[in-house]
């Protein structure tokens, strides 16, 4: 039964959304149990189906046995924030299945493993059907799975099939879709796909046969996710990065960021074989850990090759030495932050955007970096090449600051462009050059006025071509220094190189609406529960306008746009506000306007709360 | 490109003018033993003829790292951050393996500090020449011991060391190195002939060199002093540097009849070892200088440790990093133009359409 949207405009009894491929789904199950395959399939299923998808896994910092939740939002008006209520939730895991259940949204349905109410076992769990506003679907897993005579083998693997057959058929997912879905995840393999299949199939059937409750929550296709594809945005910062001249990779595992090495590796041994010696034209080192990591990008940077490294907030803290060396010397290195929640074992698997402050200014005193912001997986695999262009014009170490939510989680998007302009490698001398020069040439000499320096490389073969790099105390000519003039003098030309970056960065996105009374700043993954605020607020009567940094250092447009309202508020998801301050620090005189709203609780910001923060905010005035 | 390429651009047909291999003037203080290494890699490049264009010197924190800069103006120079010398030059050798590398580090800065990153360069054996100038004290922060300081040994400002100190050859052997010399700063002529081996050989070259410390360690009952070298140096070998040109007759693995071993080093040159007693080492053998530096170091209280110098242990055929990464070919990564960095459109055009719906 297929019907267009527009035929069921049915809303939610609660109100948070109508009934019709407008709502969220929560999958709940035990680390390491091989959900994720199962939770893939239903997204890329109902992508397939053409409707506005985004996934949201939520996992511990454990390799197996510790409770994960994997939440899928569909939105016929393109929504793919996270929403705070769930609408169905699919309960596998007995630890919290009763607290799952409690969370579900009024009217909301539960489809729990039959076990927990059936055996003895479970029975501690305490786990019964006690909500009357919502409906319960006992699922009998390992009856399905039985009748589905898959091999004994691969029983566990294919056992959350079975959740999959039955949301399909309650919610109506096609199950051409579902098959189509496995056979991308499976990369076409017959042997994998099958067994899963028959779980799916014979899942479906049961519940067409046993189940009397209708569901209320349905999907129907759409036309919206033709022209795009699903994939995550630490996969296309590494796509983006191989695109960019990526050279060396030199990395230590943390999450969130390792899923970004292991991209890397994937595209740069597709993608950057030399057709014409079939070596590669790369390097990746596992470092042993991330001093070294970013030392060897410093030394690779320093010799002439375009590396990077990626790590999270505990990695950038213990960069901290080298990449102030390497601003103080003057080296390009690109830095990729997945941010994560806090230390050691805070919250590593939560996110945040956290690191704004730490990773601008780190060092050792008078450093500020450029930090670029990626919203979306198009600017993911933007900035992946263009943060080399960067580092190597302006000569210094680059961030680029991701998360958690759009680094390891499954989001639409259209086709990545392909780099519009050739590789900017910055000034370097040549042997020819320095021949012309007669040799007269000197390392931080500021000739053309904008503070970026001319630098040569080692190998280069002329008598004038080598100096000596090192960090604080050189005077022009790189030799040593502890003069106070020469330092003042280098002090002030690293200022107009950050002056320099303010038109080299991505500049800040306005959109203006007319007509709008308050602004809001935002920055990196919350762009999505920006877009859909601004129009809860809209209907609510308040016009908004939006600026999006995309980097630091800011640009006039900052400044401009926050003189065009009496409240701008600057929205983030951190505890102390870390962009409204910078803000704030640049633009004192603005200070009256500037309201920070920020909140961190592990979680990615939903339009929810930032409509409703920003609402009580103005009821205030 | 061929290894023969590589050497004739490290190597000049004819050495510049003596003058162009020197450095700045030193700021260490007079007498100090990293003032006499410097003018051994000043004296060995020049006898090599080493293009000091395609040559880079690096190094970490404290008095040995500043001497790069008392060498070889017209090198690339860069003076790292404390104990990340390895890093940097992995770095910066992925990045263009023809450059030749010497790093310089002292024992604050590989025993302590940099212990770790050290044994890792080992453990890749990044191609390099890595010395470190031992003299069992932090210098620039006046006089603490380091982790190669003698137990047992009293320091005025440091006070009573209680702990064993740290045989960075023995170090160097766990990790698998794959060229592990020990000399003394007051033996020039062996410092050369080490250097020499040491430039031309592929791989980690690991150079400890007992660097004394006039300033802070020089008294006789250190091991590190120049008194105590002189007195208790036991040089394995003589040791004579073959250039590639060179013919030799002997060609045998292990000592002859005369008392000769000869090396062949990756360059094509070769070393000839001429033993200078009867129980001679055979550096070939990773066991025998393991046992050796272990049976020099443990001595009965009342004896002397002796000072091992020569060559301890070498392998010329492990592979290198280099090797390991697939990326020796003829041009550096730091010269791949972008057309070898950035695959055309059609590639993404059909990465992206695989992925579509």
Not at chain 1, 88 to 113: F, H, K, R, S
Not at chain 1, 483 to 512: C, G, I, Q, S, Y
């Amino acid at each position: 039964m297929v019907q267009g949207v527009e035929a069921l405009p049915r809303e939610a009894a609660d109100g948070s959304g109508s009934l019709i491929n407008d709502f969220q789904l929560i999958v709940a199950t035990i680390n390491g149990t091989g959900s994720q395959t199962s939770n893939t399939a239903i997204i890329r299923s109902l992508f397939k189906m053409g409707i506005p998808v985004n996934g949201k896994n939520i996992f511990p910092s454990n390799i197996q046995g510790l409770p994960t939740w994997f939440t899928i939002r569909v939105s016929k008006d393109g929504y793919i924030a996270r929403l705070e209520d769930n609408a169905i939730l699919v309960a596998m895991n007995p630890n919290t299945a009763v607290q799952d259940a409690q969370e579900l949204a009024p009217g909301g349905i539960c489809l729990y493993d039959e076990v927990f109410t059936t055996d003895q076992r479970y029975r501690s769990f305490g786990f019964v059907e006690n909500r009357p506003d919502i409906t319960y679907f006992p699922m009998p897993i390992d009856q399905i799975v039985t009748s589905a005579e898959v091999p004994k083998e691969l029983v566990d693997r294919v056992r959350n099939m079975a959740y999959v057959g039955i949301l399909a058929y309650l919610i109506d997912i096609d199950l051409e879709a579902v098959e189509y879905a496995l056979h991308f995840h499976f990369g076409g393999k017959e042997r994998a796909i099958r067994p899963n299949m028959q779980v799916i199939t014979t899942a479906h059937d049961w519940a067409a046969e046993h189940y009397a409750s209708p569901c209320p929550y349905k999907v129907v296709p759409m036309q919206e996710t033709s022209g795009k594809f699903l994939l995550d945005g630490n996969s296309a910062a590494a796509l983006g990065a191989a695109f960019g001249g990526l050279s060396l990779l030199a990395w230590y595992p943390i999450t969130p960021s390792t899923s970004l090495a292991d991209a890397a590796k994937d595209y740069l041994e597709e993608f950057r074989i030399d057709r014409e010696t079939g070596k590669p034209t790369f390097a990746i080192i596992q470092a042993e850990d991330e001093l070294a990591a970013i030392g060897m990008v410093i030394g690779a940077g320093w010799a002439g090759a375009r590396a990077m490294t990626a790590t999270s907030g505990p990695g950038i803290s213990l960069m901290t030495e080298f990449t102030g060396l390497a601003y103080f010397a003057e080296i390009p290195a690109v830095i990729w932050d997945v941010q994560r929640m806090g230390p050691s074992t805070g919250l590593p698997t939560r996110v945040s955007q956290g690191d704004v402050m730490a990773a601008h200014f780190l060092g050792h005193g008078d450093s500020r970096h450029p930090v670029l912001f990626p919203s979306s997986l198009k600017e993911c695999f933007e900035f992946g090449w263009k943060a080399f262009d960067l580092a190597e014009e302006l000569q210094t170490p680059v961030f680029v600051l991701t998360d958690l939510d759009l680094g390891m989680n499954l989001w639409m998007t259209e086709p990545f462009d392909y780099p519009d302009q050739p590789m900017k490698r910055g000034k370097i001398l040549t042997a020819d050059d320095l021949e012309a020069l007669k040799g007269d040439w000197g390392r931080y000499r500021d000739v053309d006025g904008d503070g970026v320096g001319y630098r040569t490389l080692p190998g280069t073969e002329h008598w004038s071509a080598a100096y000596f790099t090192r960090g604080t105390g050189h005077d022009e000519n790189a030799n040593y220094s502890e003069r106070a003039d020469h330092w003042t003098r280098n002090l002030d030309r690293l200022a107009r190189k950050f002056n320099t970056a303010r038109r080299l960065v991505p500049a800040p996105l306005v959109e203006h609406k007319p007509g709008a009374s308050i602004g809001l700043i935002a920055y990196g993954t919350s762009d999505a529960a920006i877009a859909e605020a601004r129009d809860q607020l809209s209907r609510a009567g308040l016009t908004t306008g939006y600026l999006r940094i995309r980097a630091l250092p800011f640009n006039d447009a900052v400044p401009d746009f926050i003189g065009q309202f009496d409240s701008v508020y600057v929205i983030e998801n951190n505890y102390d506000g870390q962009m409204a301050k910078l803000i704030l620090m640049e633009y004192p005189r603005l200070a009256d306007r500037i309201k920070s709203l920020s909140k961190c609780d592990g979680w990615p910001l939903t339009a929810h709360w930032i409509a409703n923060a920003v609402e009580e905010q103005e009821e205030k005035k | 490109m061929t290894l023969v390429d590589i050497n004739s651009l490290r190597f000049l047909a004819e050495p510049l003018d003596r003058k162009e291999y020197g450095g700045k003037p030193s700021t260490l203080c007079k007498g100090c033993g990293h003032n006499s290494i410097a003018s051994q890699i000043i004296a060995v490049a020049y006898e090599l003829g080493i293009n000091p264009n395609q040559l880079i010197k690096l190094s970490g924190i404290g008095c040995s790292s500043k001497s790069p800069a008392y060498f070889l103006n017209r090198s690339h120079g860069f003076n790292t951050l404390h104990g990340r010398m390895p890093s940097v030059a992995t770095g910066a050798i992925i990045a263009n393996h023809h450059l030749l590398a010497v790093g310089v580090s002292g024992d604050g800065d590989t025993g302590s500090i940099g212990l770790g990153q050290f044994k890792h360069i080992i453990r890749r054996n990044v191609p390099m020449v890595y010395i470190i100038e031992n003299n069992g004290v932090y210098g620039l922060t006046k006089g603490q011991f380091s982790a190669t300081a003698d137990k047992g040994q009293q320091l005025k400002y440091a006070g009573l060391n209680d702990l064993p100190p740290i045989d960075l050859c023995l170090e160097a052997l766990a990790g698998d190195a794959t060229f592990v010399a020990r000399s003394f700063a007051g033996a020039p002529r062996q410092v050369q002939s080490l250097l020499k081996a040491a430039f031309s050989h592929n791989g980690i070259a690991v150079l400890d060199i007992i660097s004394p410390c006039v300033a802070f360690n020089d008294h006789e009952s250190s091991t590190k002093s120049y008194t105590y070298g002189k007195n208790h140096q036991v040089p394995l070998q003589d040791i004579t540097y073959i250039p590639v040109e060179d013919e030799i007759m002997i060609d045998e693995e292990g000592y002859d009849s005369a008392g000769e071993q000869t090396v062949d080093l990756h360059s094509g040159a070769r070393i000839v070892l001429k033993k200078l007693d009867e129980s001679a080492h055979d550096p070939t053998d990773r066991a025998a200088a393991m046992r050796l530096l272990e049976e020099a170091r443990n001595v009965p209280p009342t004896e002397n440790p002796r000072l091992i110098t020569g060559l301890i242990y070498i392998d010329s055929n492990r592979p290198t990093l280099v090797d390991a990464l697939h990326i020796g070919h003829e041009m550096p990564l730091a010269h791949l133009p972008e057309s070898k960095l950035r695959p055309p459109k059609e590639v993404l055009d059909a990465f992206v359409s695989k992925l579509m719906v």
